[in-house]
């Protein structure tokens, strides 16, 4: 019967290493043998177990090898990876090892080689001693990518042995918590990050605007807390019109009436923005004097702004190839250490997608569905707050204050 | 042909009575001849139409002829209302009268007179030159009560001519929305009706502990802007539970994290009080010093618990028969011109099926389908807002300090 | 140091418990030491381990037992269980074990004894050798009442070690998925309980009659598949509309158009009803001749219709005090092993409270929110399906015809 | 002070245009003067009104003469409309008319000319003879835009005078709805539609292979039923999937169970349709043998997959540019009569922003508020459904078998 042997150290039962493990056997109809297992005393000696599994099916078999290494175990006595050459610019060898977003290493000739800017579904590419994770779209004809499990080893982030507010509030995402303390720690969150140097990015949609929560997130970038700030055309459109227009998709932003033909204001707002040269050259200009724009472009932060196929206009600024925003949006996230999402599930999404399990991130929406889809990260860092942006950002910024 | 012939007058045109008049006739296949038609040709007077209804089906006119008079419409030289006695207690007559929420007159011998305390979904009981709205429950052998369309005359509640915050944000319930100004605004209103000499009643939901939002509302009623608290066991349990162990759910309130067995606080909270003899006793010895249910004791401001399926417990102030907490909760609500529905749906519904379309209301949840169910009254004077009611709560409670 | 020596035996690792003992001690602050550690081998082996607890503070390191509890640990040699007579009828002694909804035994004089009737947030009464679980309000004066943690032990519902519907959605609640086979093998589960002697009990919300789905559930009752029907006024009464008049709330049920003004058959049907002398009385006299109550009244299967604050009417046969409603749910679910929860959070809710871990539940409503509230049951042994409950029931009653 | 005077005729008081053209001269704070009123005495005539308006500020009088034009109403005496030559390519003139989608005419020389394509926040350039709807990303240097309000008309689309599905459930969608009816009507237009010689186009969201609905949408193609398929990567990249590994993002499509580590299967389906070349290659090959873009290929629909930020991959097909992808969409969807927009809200938008209100539109979705939001296009050509998409693509191939 077909068998593999796999090793697990650390942390493993209360960070739920070994259940998934034996979850899995179970979901794949295999069996196992615990050849050793050696369990951690007290709270800071770690666990350690050598399981055999088998199963009838070599490729089952395969499934269940899988799983176990995306939990953290290690192939016993694994030879060092396998890489094959890519077959052409922008296909992978068809057996290629699928990333996931959790910290990675390649076993190389010369020992074990960290992946760099881990990301999920993409490939491993040796080349040089280094191992770099490549999105399909970025793959050259006859790049060395990393083929089946041998040689691979992930470390799942674990769960903080301390009351923490990472990884707590995920399972339980609710409107019906307190939010003061969270948001305080949030803002002790994003000064220790920038004590470490480490960088904060915020994703933003237009509900932003709409709330009149604009104002807060300008204090924010002014104030130098975000160094990062990915959305799309809507939100700089809305903003831009609140500024020249004192509305949000027609709606007067001080008592939040709507104006009887006001949603053209969104368009006439993108058209003077193109006629200006962009957003750039209207802060320039004078044309535009404030709000989130002017302070990112006063700033001087890192800005991408990516298209999508509901767009008005765009704005001069917005990239409308996805392919090529997204190798913005990947070089913009180097260095972060913490993402802020609020109101946006299209851009949210597509962040998520590219940012390491490592990553801490906070999803902030008012619909309970959005933030359950973004904070199931298969992460402890991810905190997932059920509330009104506008109140969100105007009690963040007076912690931050 | 069966045909009857309606009057209209008013802003018949732009308070949409007499587009929905049209759309009534058309929905039951009627035909229409419009006799007389005068426009009101400045903003200050009023419209004025008669129109000859037809139907081949008697039936259908009767349903043409109901849908006319709840739009303000009056049947030409209506005779005086018609009555049967009721047959049993508890029994209308098969052919009364069924009532709107819309102020109601009634034509008797000596002229119009205009039905009290006017609910939905009940009859209208004459005696002796009043006019009474009457529940089924309530209903006595031998009522006079009110039968078919004769001598009956609803004056729909017209929307404001002025731009104001009730009435308008109805149609357009939104997340998405600026909530400053409005918050303002209804804190004038509440001032505005007390300075008038109205009540004002809050129905409270236990989301407002689970978000530590109660400090909000206990300040509310401490500061005698609340005159009436209608709310069920669990809002009062969890206040308690809050106070006895400063958790809500089992949920540190402190912080947002859960307390492993901290479920279990709720029910012993529950049971002190019963031992203690009920909040009002608790209040008296000591046991409890601080809360909704603290304040709403000594401010002794009038509280209804009505009870439901769902209760633990419940506590002993909680009225667990519904007939008698509809008789109750009837009686409070006596004079109120302003109710505010926080984060629950089950007493908003149970309240807005007892107000009158003139009483103001405004609905806060984050769910924005309860806010649209909530709304949805066939009232202008209805303001629903998707927002948290942590963030809510505090607002308003700024906002009158 | 305050300490306690736990045991824990069973698949203690893939059924969580472990990991959440480990939880709940780095939750409280505590400390470990893991005594004895004995792991299952293979699949079909349990583990076994003994764990000592320390924390500095006895209340903490008391919450910390009573989590352990919770996941099935017990007091290593613990003593038999302690009690205090309750003081006062309605009134627990203050330090009442407060149960949950786990099948739990106790350590009597004579041996373990299983807890009767389990439900959660109650005590367990010894009294001649049997162990009753009692609510608050029907505990007597003088009840022997278990209290502390001595001698308890809570055997929760271990994750089936095969691939079945239950116990696996319930993680992934979710509109997006398929739902042909999880109906399927539903039907299969309720063959399954009628052919080993349980009973099915089916918690029904009105929407089932507002989307046209009363002819199915009419249906499963006729043809036997439903024992026990939960549910409230506002089913019973648009059941009745639905064959009266045609509607429900209004609403044309051939084409989902509205009638206007037909929002005042609901009301009209309930008067006939209660003029009829209630539903069996309309039943025997024919003026009830279809539908889901008539089908119930005609199949003699129990049926609970329980009040609420925001019912019309009510039929007469809804128990409007709440007290007596939970008593006859109680009894009425004696018995059941399955239980379908369509379409209402309120009766759900209420039904969830008094049922066994052990029994299966099945929570089909098409808002998330609510799926994942009532499939939060601490329990591997519900299945939550967001889908639309007309869809659901045509299917469920056509797998079963 | 500033005046204008407007005309209005048609079914104006009952199709709600002169009801809101009375609340946008109270909302800006103008005053009226009702100059004629002719009203259609019966259900075939139409009425007729001329109305003076006035405000102190031209701007607000502006404003209002917008909106009252948005509401079909024309200047009295109307001048040809004027145009300016748009300042360079991609902008328009700062005063152009913004569109709405309403069908357009405009006044040349020569008399009313219809605008062709309308769509909304798009200008109009006239160029001899004719008048057509230009998109920002479209306009050249020197192109004539039409600017300010002078010789445009606008025919909002008229509520039925018949009972029908459009026009009808978009105030009321709820899922609270009996379905069946509506999806038989909705085959009958369908059938209609093309008997017309009109157009088809399915807008497609992922989840319908998610919830195994792929087959259903497979059928409908492959019977002709529908012209025309507008998607993203994501509903191909998931079809290719189902069809390659039988699971939809990792889930087993025959029983909805997770496959541990089959979230792979996703980018592993993509690489291998890149591999090949692409969709219409992998169909020609052999390697894609069924399911939606298979039968989309073999019936030779036209097809838009258009990219976004989030996407894995894309598949080969997918337009990454979203200006690109808008002019593919537009030019797919001319001759487009009826649009089915399925459990996408990203993609909805998009094509609901190019189509005209002429243009009949359902909306499905399990989701309200994305029902909501998507059924709000200022036309009674809407028809919005709260639903399982399962269960409607399956009801609705089987009305059409």
Redesign the interface.
């Given at each position: 019967m077909p068998a593999a042997t796999i090793e697990l150290s650390g942390h493993i039962?209360?960070s739920?290493m070994?259940?998934r493990i034996?979850?899995?056997?179970?979901?794949?109809g295999g069996?196992?043998?615990?050849e050793e297992?050696r369990?951690?005393?007290?709270?800071d000696e770690t666990s350690y177990?050598r399981i055999e599994l088998r199963h009838d099916d070599a490729a089952q078999l395969h499934?269940?090898v899988?799983?176990c290494l995306?939990q953290g175990a290690v192939l016993l006595a694994t030879p060092p990876a396998r890489t094959e050459p890519a077959?052409?610019d922008?296909?992978?060898p068809?057996a290629?090892y699928?990333t996931s977003n959790q910290p990675t290493s390649v076993l190389g000739g010369a020992g074990w080689i960290e992946v760099e800017a881990i990301e999920m579904?993409c490939a491993i590419v040796l080349n040089g001693g280094r191992a770099r994770c490549v999105a399909?779209?970025d793959v050259r004809a006859g790049d060395a990518v990393v083929c089946g499990h041998e040689g691979i080893r992930v470390a799942p982030v674990e769960r903080s042995?301390?009351?923490e507010i990472f990884g707590?509030?995920t399972s339980?995402v609710s409107?019906?918590?307190?939010?003061?303390?969270?948001i305080r720690e949030l803002a002790a969150a994003i000064r220790d990050v920038h004590a470490r140097g480490g960088r904060i990015c915020m994703v933003a949609g237009p509900?932003i605007i709409?709330?009149?929560a604009g104002e807060h997130l300008s204090r924010l970038i002014a104030s130098g807390h975000i160094d990062v700030l990915l959305a799309?055309n809507a939100l700089a459109a809305h903003d831009v019109e609140a500024q020249l227009f004192g509305t949000s998709?027609g709606?007067d932003?001080?008592?939040?009436?709507?104006?009887?033909?006001?949603h053209?204001h969104?368009?006439?707002a993108?058209?003077?923005i193109?006629?200006a040269g962009g957003l750039q050259a209207a802060v320039e200009s004078g044309l535009l004097r404030a709000g989130v724009m002017y302070e990112a472009v006063r700033a001087g932060i890192e800005v991408v702004l990516?298209?999508?196929?509901?767009?008005?206009?765009?704005l001069p600024e917005v990239i409308?190839?996805?392919?090529e925003?997204?190798r913005r949006?990947r070089a913009a996230l180097r260095g972060v250490q913490l993402c802020i999402m609020c109101a946006t599930m299209?851009?949210a999404?597509?962040t998520g997608?590219l940012l390491s399990a490592a990553v801490k991130t906070v999803c902030v929406d008012?619909?309970?569905?959005v933030v359950t889809k973004l904070a199931d990260r298969g992460s402890s860092q991810t905190l997932g707050l059920?509330?009104?942006v506008?109140?969100f950002l105007r009690e963040l910024s007076e912690c931050l204050a």
């Open positions: 039962i209360d739920f070994l259940p034996f979850d899995a056997i179970m979901d794949y069996t196992f043998h615990v297992f369990v951690g005393q007290s709270k177990t499934s269940i899988a799983a995306q077959p052409r922008g296909v992978f068809d290629f699928s579904d399909v779209t042995r301390a009351r707590f509030m339980s409107s019906e918590k307190p939010k003061h303390l969270v509900a709409h709330t009149g799309g998709l709606i932003l001080r008592n939040g009436l709507p104006i009887e033909a006001g053209e969104h368009i006439r993108i058209n003077r193109r006629a990516a298209g999508s196929v509901r767009d008005d206009g765009p409308t190839d996805m392919v925003a997204q949006m299209l851009h999404i597509a997608n008012i619909n309970p569905a059920v509330t009104d506008e109140s």
